[in-house]
């Protein structure tokens, strides 16, 4: 589909640095740690791939681009354990499948393995296709990728970094009425 619209963004600061947000008219495509400068460049290469011809126009205000940081931040607030932004998933259909598996298999405050993620899919063999459809998830925290752990207890790979991914996990493990986000 070769669609040319605007994809409106921000940045905004969270107790793990900087996250932005990409939205269109119809719903988030991105939430992604770091500045709209550091990511820009990934963020044009993305559009390509998926053939999304637009302008990246900063606008905090746009109704998908507010709700995702109003969200985010109640999240690291303890406020918040589900979020309700809608989702524009651009990948392959396996990609989809396993980014939906996430966000319905994997409660607050527990972790899965690669190998849970795959069977749940029923696909138990697809455990590496399974780790590259993780690796490839565009909305951060908000589709939990960060709850996938290695079948030894191990944490292994997260785009924002395990230190973020441990830090997130930890958040996690306390109880909601805990204290916000430290």
Not at 22 to 47: H, K, P
Not at 67 to 89: A, H, M, V
Not at 156 to 168: E, F, M, T
Request: with cysteine.
């Amino acid at each position: 589909m070769n669609h040319r619209s605007f994809m409106y963004y921000d940045t905004f600061e969270t107790p793990l640095g900087p996250m932005t947000v990409l939205a269109n008219e119809t719903g988030v495509c991105r939430i992604d740690f770091g500045t709209y400068e550091d990511r820009l460049a990934s963020f044009q290469s993305w559009m390509r791939k998926h053939m999304l011809k637009g302008e990246l126009v900063y606008d905090p205000e746009q109704t998908y681009v507010s709700q995702t940081k109003n969200e985010l931040l109640d999240y690291f607030d303890g406020k918040r354990s589900e979020f309700s932004i809608p989702l524009n998933c651009y990948g392959t259909e396996f990609q989809r499948k396993t980014w939906r598996t996430l966000l319905h298999d994997i409660p607050f405050g527990e972790t899965r393995t690669y190998k849970d993620i795959a069977t749940a899919m029923r696909s138990p063999k697809a455990i590496r296709a399974v780790g590259g459809a993780i690796n490839k998830n565009p909305f951060s925290i908000v589709v939990p990728c960060h709850r996938v752990i290695g079948s030894n207890g191990k944490l292994v790979g997260y785009a924002g970094g395990l230190d973020k991914k441990q830090q997130l996990l930890d958040f996690e493990s306390k109880s909601l009425t805990a204290a916000p986000f430290s």
